[in-house]
């Protein structure tokens, strides 16, 4: 559940940075390094997309408000002059408003995505659709019932019947 809401919450982000931006560039390089499920952070990040012209303007109201905040403004002045960090474009409004809203949406996305995944997963699987997946390798069998699974012996436990435990002479 934690690699679904790392891939929502990063998704997030990617559809709504500006898509011609090197910092686009640089966090969709470090998704792949993440730990989470690439699908669904692709899916996320294009759905995101579509709505994303429709937040262009309150993003750059976002952003044009966070760098002319007088107690942020020294901050993204000092970010702005070290050395490789002006072509992030983080004094972009776009862009900057774009990680503004993010940072404040990020931890409650992240933990309500990992609720509801939580959630639908632990939600109990019909016996037909576990035999089904079961089949075609979809869910290791320690999932299931013991019953149900496969079971596992060590390689001494291995006795055909009627062996007695003496060895043969």
Known sequence: ?????IAITAG???GILPKASL???LVGLICFVLPAH???LAMTAILISFASPMLQTTLG??????LTYPNLSAYWMWLDSLPLVPWLGLHNTVINGSLFVWFACAVPV????RVASRMLFSAAIPDEVADILLSVG?????IMEAEEAHEIRPATGLREPGMDRTPME
């Open 12 to 14: 997030i982000l990617l």
């Open 61 to 66: 109201s976002v952003g044009l408000w966070s």
């Open 1 to 5: 559940p934690w690699q679904i809401a």
């Open 110 to 113: 992240y933990i309500t995505s």
């Open 138 to 142: 979809g869910i290791p069998s320690a």
């Open 23 to 25: 910092l686009f560039a």
């Open 38 to 40: 690439l699908p669904l």
